[in-house]
Each structure stands twice: as C-alpha cells, then as structure tokens.
C-alpha cells in the first residue's frame, strides 16, 4: 500500500459511504470528490445530482462549480433550478444530502454564512445556497470537512443549516421528520451521532491517527464511542481513482486564461 | 414584441437609475456584457437581484452602482468569496448595501411565483435557519388543508431582467438550452426583459417540440453579442474559463488593482470585445 494523505483518506472514507442506489445531491468541493470516487469504484449505478439541475450526472473531472458544461453533457436529464428544489429535493427524492462546512458544531449544525454579528459581520462569507433545504429535505445527510479549531467549534455564529439544533429529539419538536446529519467525515476519523444525545461520536479513527490529535483539532471536548475502529486504509483501486481523478481536473481548469 | 437592438441602446432604453433589475444565470449563461454595458453607462442605486451574485454583481457592486442586493449565494463558484461585496458589507466601501439573503429554494421559488402572477412564493423550507431570523421577509403561512406550517416569501418582480441565450430565431423567439437555471423565470416575472444572443438564425423549425422558447413577445430587446457571457460559458458555443474565474480572486482582493482591471477590460473595452475573449475557449465547448 503506497502513502496517502490525511486529505485522500477523507475523501475515499466518505466514497466508501455511499451506495449504488443512493440518489446523492452533491455539494461542490470535498463533497464531489467522495461522490465521483464512488460512481468510479464501487457505486458505478449511483445517482448525483447538482443543484444546477443536472440529474444523473457522471463528469469525466470535477467540475469546478455547480454547473459546470460537462455535469449537463454527462447528465440523464437536466431541468430547471425551481424544479430541481421542488420536485427532486422538497418531493422527497433525495437519499443523501452531501455538504461541506466551513463551521460546524458538535450537533451537525453548520454555518457557511457570517463570522461575528450577521448585521455587522467580522467575515462575510459567501452564505447557504441550497443547503438550508438540502440539510431537511434530503433523508440523511452525509457531512465531510477537514478538522481544525476554527471549523469545529462549540458554538457556532450562524446557522446556516439546521442538523441536530441543541440535540436530542431537536428536529422532531420543529416537525422535520427527515433524519438529518447520520454522518461526518473528517480527514482524521469518522463520526456518527450519539442514538439519543445526537452529538457526533467518533466511531473509527484513520490508520495512524491517535485520539489526542482528533481532540488537538476539534473546539469541543470529544466523545468516543466505546469500540472506536480503524478505517481500513485506501485501496491501490481507490487511490488510483481519486488521484486520476484530482490530476484530469487539475490539467482541466488550467491555462484557458483568456482576460475574463 | 422583441426588438433587435445594438446592445447600447438595448441597456440605455430598458435600464434606469433606481431600477430592481435580475441579470441572471445559474452558473451558465450569465449575461456578462449586458453587466458590462451597465457599467459603462454608470448606472446608480439599483437593487440587483441574482440567486448567485458571481463576478458581474462583485464588479457592479465594487463600481458603487448597488443600493440592495438579493441574492442566496454571495461565492464565486467553486473559488471562495466575493471579495469586492464582502468589502461592501464588512467595510461599507466604496459604500454600505443592503442585503436580503434567501436560500436557493427560496429564490427560485419566488422567481416562479413572480412568473405566475402571485404575490409570494410557498414552500417547505428554512426550517431551523438562521436566515429566517434575520430576513424579515421570510414569514410562515399555514395549509388551510393539513395545519402544516410552511415558508413564505414574497415574490420577485425585476423592473428588468437581463439574461444570455444560445439563439434568436428572425422573429426573436429566443432558446435556452443546457443547465437552463432560472432564465425563463427570471424573464416572465419581470417587467421588461434584454436578452443577449450569440446568434440569429432563420427559424426553429427543425428543433425539438420541448425545448426551452421564450416567444418573441416576451422579450423586450434582443442584442446579438458572440461571448456575451465569457467567463461563463455557453452550451454548445464555448467552454467555461475556469481560469479567469480563479484569477477574478486576486483581481477582487485589491482595491486598486480591482479598479485598474475595471478601467482596462470594462471601461475602456466594448461589447465587440466578448468574441476574442472565448476564441480559445470554443473548441473545447
């Protein structure tokens, strides 16, 4: 087995998540990566779908944002942005909601919006798009973000949207009856929640990976399930893949420049 | 009933100071030189509305024409932040804007419900956001049928729309195909609607029955601008630049610099300009 980074093994931990029948609505960045890994190893029949519309999309790299030309050549159909919140997601037709996170506490609740008072905010970041709804329409939602103390934190500033709320029955009580955040990847472990408290618990830590470093890079003091495993570590096919993938895409968005 | 128009005189006849104006795209077909045109005849005080602002709005926000935005994802796609508009609202330079921020379903929803003739846009949403704190124009209605409690929020109705297509027919039928976002939306809830076009062919006769035509009587204005929507991209025609959409970050960062790059490629460029802009890019579409 050849070395791998702690990013690779996020991003082939997340894949390995996913199934052949999931019908993935796929947040850009981190969250495509996983999503095509898997189309391209073990989920060769899974259905993405980007929130541009593109249905059953398959692209030969990562598209570099949401609507990219080549996620609607590849697609099965693509329709408008009103339908595709409408009918594909709010209908219901959604296995799996796939985000990333710039900030996220320990409920799954996650903020892409404002740093400091949203009126008069410190850092202005670019805000939900569609995840408020991905986050409770889609049946579960699948979470992957790289640790750090500033992204993992205990409290967070905005939120954008909604996972566990304080915890514990949270969703029901505001009549979301989908399941919300069942899983968070990180490049360090893998988190599921707690089946009552809701707050996220490591359940398996990547190859090498101790637990002190999980803490050393999270804002909240971490629960560990009681048989914490270890990830299998990335496959020679898994790695090729997401490699081969990263280098199309590279070789891709480079040296088009014309002035814009 | 649509009228072909060089793009000057498209803009100056249908835009005005004050104006609530959508220059859409989702990601394809954003209505670059439209914006560009708009720049250039300096128009002020507009609420500009866009589900996802992009580089247009960053520029036009950054050149002090924005009173309000609308939006519900300030990003440049796939690159980060849009720095000239995070300098608007952190900073108040060049001067402070307001903002109304919606999620995507909620625009789109009332970009529809505007199309439709209706007042506001009902949908099963925000459940649990913070938006819904902060926007005082997110409210609830309940289901006269089942009590469920659902969001509600007004509907969009542009003073103008400014949207990018594939083609116009003679007559000025306009087609939209590939990821066709919330153009024919954002085209019947406005009041008046300019569309740019990378052609002008005879008819449609030969194209599919299902396609995406708006009729000729829908669309006020119709200027035939080949890359009108570099660095966006156009099905069929030309490829995305990917790369100037990473470049746009820098160029953003710095004041001066910003402005700089706004005298050279806008100010002092044209709408004839747009076609060199994509000759490199049209093979690889």
């Known amino acids: 087995m050849s070395a791998f980074t702690p990013n690779e093994m996020m991003t082939i931990a997340a894949s390995r998540a996913l199934k052949n029948d999931d019908v993935c609505f796929v947040g850009i960045g981190a969250p495509s990566a996983a999503c095509n890994v898997a189309r391209l190893t073990h989920a060769p029949d ?168 999980v803490q050393d890079t999270c804002g909240w003091p971490v629960k560990f399930a009681d048989d914490v495993a270890v990830t299998p570590p990335p496959t020679e096919l898994e790695l090729r893949t997401l490699r081969d993938l990263k ?10 420049a014309t002035t814009a | ?63 002090g024409m924005a009173k309000k935005v609308i939006f519900s994802y300030a990003g440049n796609p796939g690159v980060g932040l849009l720095r000239r508009m995070r300098d608007a609202i952190e900073n108040g330079f060049p001067h402070p804007i307001a903002i109304e921020e919606h999620s995507h379903a909620a625009m789109a929803n009332a970009y529809e419900a505007g199309a439709a003739g209706l007042p506001c846009a009902i949908f099963r949403g925000y459940r649990g956001a913070g938006l819904a704190e902060v926007n005082p124009n997110i409210r609830h209605v309940t289901c006269p049928f089942t009590g469920e409690v659902l969001a509600a929020v007004p509907a969009l109705r542009p003073d103008v729309s400014f949207i990018h297509a594939q083609k116009a027919n003679k007559r000025g039928d306009v087609l939209v195909e590939g990821i066709i976002g919330i153009q024919k939306e954002a085209v019947l809830a406005a009041k008046r609607a300019v569309v740019t076009v990378e052609e002008v062919v005879d008819d449609f006769d030969d194209l599919h029955p299902n396609l995406t035509v708006l009729p000729a009587w829908t669309v006020t204005a119709i200027a035939v601008v080949p890359g009108g929507s570099h660095p966006s991209y156009t099905q069929g025609y030309y490829a995305r630049d990917n790369a100037a959409y990473l470049e746009w970050d820098a160029i953003a960062a710095d004041r001066d610099r910003f402005r700089e790059w706004m005298q050279k490629n806008v100010i002092e460029a044209g709408v004839e300009d747009f076609a060199g802009r994509v000759a490199n890019l049209r093979k690889a579409a």
């Not at chain 1, 280098?247 to 088009?256: C, E, L, P, S, V």
């Not at chain 2, 072909?4 to 005189?9: R, S």
């Open chain 1, 247 to 256: 280098a199309r895409t590279d070789a891709a968005h480079k040296g088009q």
């Open chain 2, 1 to 63: 009933m649509a009228k072909f128009l060089p793009l000057a005189q498209a803009v100056a006849e249908n835009l005005n100071d004050g104006d609530i104006a959508a220059f859409e795209g989702f990601t394809h077909l954003i209505p670059t030189a439209a914006a560009h045109e708009a720049i250039r005849q300096n128009f002020r005080d507009l609420t500009l509305i866009r589900m996802t602002p992009d580089l247009v709005y960053d520029q036009m926000i950054g050149m």
């Open chain 1, 46 to 213: 899974i259905t993405l779908i980007y929130e541009s519309g593109t249905i059953g999309t398959a692209p030969d790299v990562l598209p570099l944002s949401i609507g990219d030309g080549e996620l609607c050549e590849t697609a099965t159909t693509t329709v408008s942005v009103p339908e595709m919140f409408r009918y594909w997601l709010q209908g219901g037709r959604i296995s799996i909601g796939f985000l990333g996170a710039a900030q996220i506490d320990k409920f799954g609740n996650i903020n892409t919006t404002v740093i400091g008072d949203y009126h008069h905010p410190k850092t202005r970041l670019p805000g939900g798009g569609g995840a408020p709804e991905i986050a409770t329409s889609s049946q579960q939602v699948y979470i992957t973000m790289a640790q750090s103390r500033r992204g993992m934190v205990e409290t967070i500033a905005f939120y954008t949207s909604f996972g566990h709320g304080e915890g514990g029955d949270h969703r029901q009580r505001l009549g979301i009856d989908t399941q919300g955040p069942t899983l968070l990847i990180t490049d360090l472990a893998i988190w599921k929640p707690d089946p009552v408290t809701k707050e996220f618990t490591v359940v398996s830590l990547h190859p090498g990976v101790t637990r002190e470093q």
